[in-house]
């Protein structure tokens, strides 16, 4: 079955950065659109970024346009989230998805 792993996720200060990674299996990584949402500490999930199969195609919220980069290497069946000039409202659980199957989640933390 469809099984996804997050990983790299921490505390960070403004500003900085973080890479996170998503391992997939028990499906064709290739030929999957994927997705990064998240779920910040009492509120919805929200959409940050999307990734074509081919990974020609990238697809941002306006939130995080600019400072995050999404990235697949389907090789190696893994998902990327590279994230810079971090703030305060990034703060939430990080998930990788495909359709309707999310991981256990990341947290990311962005406090001083």
């Known amino acids: 079955q469809v099984q996804l792993v997050e990983s790299g996720g921490g505390l960070v200060q403004p500003g900085g950065s973080l890479t996170l990674s998503c391992a997939a299996s028990?499906?064709?990584?290739?030929?999957?659109?994927m997705n990064w949402v998240r779920q910040a500490p009492g509120k919805g999930l929200e959409w940050v970024s999307k990734?074509?199969?081919?990974?020609?195609?990238?697809y941002y919220a306006n939130s995080v346009k600019g400072r995050f980069t999404i990235s697949r290497d389907n090789a190696k069946n893994t998902l990327s989230l590279q994230m810079n000039s971090l703030k305060s409202e990034d703060t939430a659980v990080y998930y990788c998805?495909?359709?309707?199957?999310r991981g256990q989640g990341t947290q990311v933390t962005v406090s001083s």
């Open positions: 998805q495909k359709g309707g199957a």
């Open positions: 990734i074509d199969p081919d990974g020609r195609t990238t």
């Open positions: 028990g499906f064709t990584f290739r030929n999957f659109i």
